[in-house]
Every structure is written in C-alpha cells, then in structure tokens.
C-alpha cells in the first residue's frame, strides 16, 4: 500500500511539473519587492531620494513601480534562471534624472540572470552589464 502510494505521489508530481515546468520551482510567485541598491563592486547605487522601485510577482508576471511609471513583463524561472520579457509601461514624464534611473532599472530587469534571497532574507538579481555582471538587491516591501 506505500508503495502504491509513493508511486501515485511521484507520478502526480511529474504530471504537475509538466504541465508547467515553472510552476515548481517558482519560489517569487506572490512576492513584492523594494530595490535598495544595485551595482557592481566598483559602483553601487541607491533609488533617488523622494522615488520607490518596486516589483511584483504573480502568476508568471511582473509589475511594480519604476520610478515614475509603472510598468509590467512576464517572467520565467528555470534551472536557477531568471528571464523578463521586454517590459511595457506607462508614459507619464519626469525629471530628467528619474527617467534615467528608470531606463537604468529596466534596462538591468531586461538583462537578468540569476537570482536568490540570501540568508537575510533580500532577493537578489544579478544582470549582465558590459564590463560583466551586476546586482539589484530587494527587500520584502510591506504592504501599507
């Protein structure tokens, strides 16, 4: 009768992962997010004071704020990677340095990697960059 059992509960297992290989492995879904610095060793930066970035998972889709819009992409985890499709947002117009850092943050999403939340807690994705690799770190964002 184990046995019986054990092979029903694998077998489920394997019919689950096959009808959508990420929903396993997807540990972000129904998780929202603050970015508090991104960067590599030579040079990290923060969000501009007065601005939020944040991003949302759920249900194989990201949104958040971006600085001054609001934007959203879908999203795919495999084997430990992490992969955005190209972002749509809204159009609404800032000052010039908030729209870069804007362009900056997209610009890091749509070039992700690898991620993982460390032993603290924050997620971390790292994104390629020209000069190799670099980091955006998160910390759960707390609903208000």
Not at 109 to 116: A, C, D, H, M
């Amino acid at each position: 009768m184990k046995k019986l059992l054990l092979s029903l509960s694998v077998a489920s297992l394997s019919i689950l992962s096959m009808i959508n290989p990420s929903m396993a492995s997807d540990a972000l879904s129904g998780t929202s997010w603050k970015l508090i610095s991104w960067g590599n060793e030579k040079s990290t930066q923060t969000p501009l004071d007065e601005t939020e970035i944040t991003l949302q998972f759920e249900n194989d889709q990201i949104s958040g704020s971006s600085s001054c819009n609001r934007y959203f992409a879908s999203y795919t985890i495999e084997d430990e990677q992490l992969k955005f499709g190209v972002a749509g947002r809204t159009q609404m117009a800032c000052p010039e340095e908030i729209m870069k850092q804007e362009d900056q943050f997209l610009s890091a999403l749509e070039k992700s990697r690898t991620f993982e939340i460390n032993a603290e807690g924050k997620l971390q994705i790292n994104y390629k960059t020209n000069q190799g690799y670099g980091v955006m770190i998160f910390t759960p964002n707390q609903p208000e």
